[in-house]
């Protein structure tokens, strides 16, 4: 964990992720348990929906993110995370404008991953990439293995709204750690000539389909990761 401990930076980054995964897995764990209560079933599936399907969006999200500020557009998405989930803590709405609600966060959070892998470069050097993404997939994990048991073990101590104001507190903090992160461009710098967002995600789609890491195919199945 050499990076995190020599690189102030990346450390900043890292904290973040780190408590934006575990608030994440968190409120997620108690919303899944307190709909399963009041609504039954199909509440839980229509929200596990709800905090998967959007991330479907990842690739025209993530072509949309190098046309902003990375590390505004991530202190953004995670106050607005901290915003809805602060408004579902407090409000209690029905099901409905619970699902919109994650939805909407979920758009958020999936908004924020590509822009921190664009910065991610320019934060460790191109020769550090592959321990820096270690790393953060370690962070990751810690995350999604702690979350769901502070999550349950807080709905059941306490009650929903401290456990989800508790996690619009995790995002607060990612967004307090991530702005703290200065100094990644030139002040003054020309801005590069953008290419057309169409042809930007074509190309990016085209990579996908042709790249043998994410994609392989067998003799009746063809995937892609």
Avoid: H
């Avoid at 389909?209 to 892609?224: I, Q």
């Amino acid at each position: 964990m050499s990076l995190i401990r020599g690189n102030v930076v990346f450390r900043r980054y890292w904290s973040a992720r780190l408590v934006s995964y575990l608030g994440d897995q968190l409120a997620r764990t108690a919303l899944l348990i307190a709909a399963y209560d009041r609504y039954g079933g199909t509440a839980v599936a229509l929200l596990l929906l709800a905090t998967t399907a959007p991330r479907l969006l990842g690739p025209l999200l993530g072509a949309l993110a190098d046309r902003f500020d990375q590390r505004r557009l991530m202190v953004g998405c995670d106050l607005t995370q901290a915003l809805l989930y602060l408004a579902l803590a407090l409000l209690a709405p029905p099901l409905p404008v619970l699902l919109a609600a994650v939805t909407a966060a979920t758009l958020a959070a999936t908004a924020f991953t590509p822009a921190g892998r664009s910065l991610l470069p320019r934060l460790v050097g191109r020769e550090r990439l592959p321990a820096a993404n270690a790393q953060l997939a370690v962070g990751m994990n810690i995350g999604f293995a702690a979350g769901p048991a502070l999550g349950g073990l807080m709905l059941a101590t306490i009650d929903l709204t401290s456990t989800l104001i508790v996690d619009a507190a995790t995002f607060v903090a990612s967004a307090l750690l991530i702005g703290g992160v200065r100094g990644l461009s030139a002040p003054g710098a020309p801005t590069p000539p953008r290419e057309p967002y169409r042809q930007v995600l074509g190309a990016g789609m085209r990579v996908v389909r042709t790249s043998g890491v994410v994609c392989g195919r067998s003799r009746s199945v063809s995937w892609c990761w």
